[in-house]
T-cell receptor
Framework: EDQVTQSPEALRLQEGESSSLNCSYT??????LFWYRQDPGKGPEFLFT???AGEEKEKERLKATLTKKESFLHITAPKPEDSATYLCAVQPATGFQKLVFGTGTRLLVSP | SAVISQKPSRDICQRGTSLTIQCQVD?????MFWYRQQPGQSLTLIATANQGSEATYESGFVIDKFPISRPNLTFSTLTVSNMSPEDSSIYLC??????????FGAGTRLSVL
């Protein structure tokens, strides 16, 4: 069964305090791994997609990396506006491009 | 990326009634998806809706409870039928574009009394 586990469930950082979010997964063939950001009352906003182990992508203060079993979302010098829930999802190689999501990490960055 | 509009944004419904949620996209897309996000849980795929064919439902979801229409390449509806309090959730539609990326609407927040 395809499964995604995210840790920690919640993370509180001071502004400028860098950290990493973890996403471990088991999937029967990986088509892609996706990171989304979700703000309260809104739908998930696409951040990154990674396709193969060793791949890295960056966007402003965020950097996503991928291994064969997990992905990390590194947040460098976060700002209060980075506060959100970060969702990780895998897309199995079979099926109609469905996404299997983790429960997310709620990030709070204090000034 | 596509702009996705969902209606209604929220609703409060009585037990035993049905609610139809609309999803409108500003460009033609082949694949549309409906997800449920229950409090404290992950997004779960309900079904995949392709234009011109029957929706494909995931394990645990049935057409009688969640009928879906996909009349054209820019529009889809999801109906939550014979609702119970357990159906209280956020319902989200998404569309697939380039590189298998899915873009999401803002969601419909449903409370069933």
């Amino acid at each position: 069964e395809d499964q995604v586990t995210q840790s920690p469930e919640a993370l509180r950082l001071q502004e400028g305090e860098s950290s990493s979010l973890n996403c471990s997964y088991t999937v029967s063939g990986l088509r892609g791994l996706f990171w989304y950001r979700q703000d309260p009352g809104k739908g998930p906003e696409f951040l990154f997609t990674l396709y193969s182990a060793g791949e890295e992508k960056e966007k402003e203060r965020l950097k996503a990396t991928l291994t064969k079993k997990e992905s990390f979302l590194h947040i460098t010098a976060p700002k209060p506006e980075d506060s959100a829930t970060y969702l990780c999802a895998v897309q199995p190689a079979t099926g109609f491009q469905k996404l299997v999501f983790g429960t997310g990490t709620r990030l709070l960055v204090s000034p | 990326s596509a702009v996705i509009s969902q209606k209604p944004s929220r609703d409060i419904c009585q037990r035993g009634t049905s609610l139809t949620i609309q999803c409108q996209v500003d460009s033609q897309v082949t694949m549309m998806f409906w997800y449920r996000q229950q409090p404290g849980q992950s997004l779960t795929l309900i079904a995949t809706a392709n234009q011109g064919s029957e929706a494909t439902y995931e394990s645990g979801f049935v057409i009688d409870k969640f009928p879906i229409s996909r009349p054209n390449l820019t529009f889809s509806t999801l109906t939550v039928s014979n609702m119970s309090p357990e159906d209280s959730s956020i319902y989200l539609c998404s569309v697939g574009q380039g590189e298998n990326i899915q873009y999401f609407g803002a969601g419909t927040r449903l409370s069933v009394l």
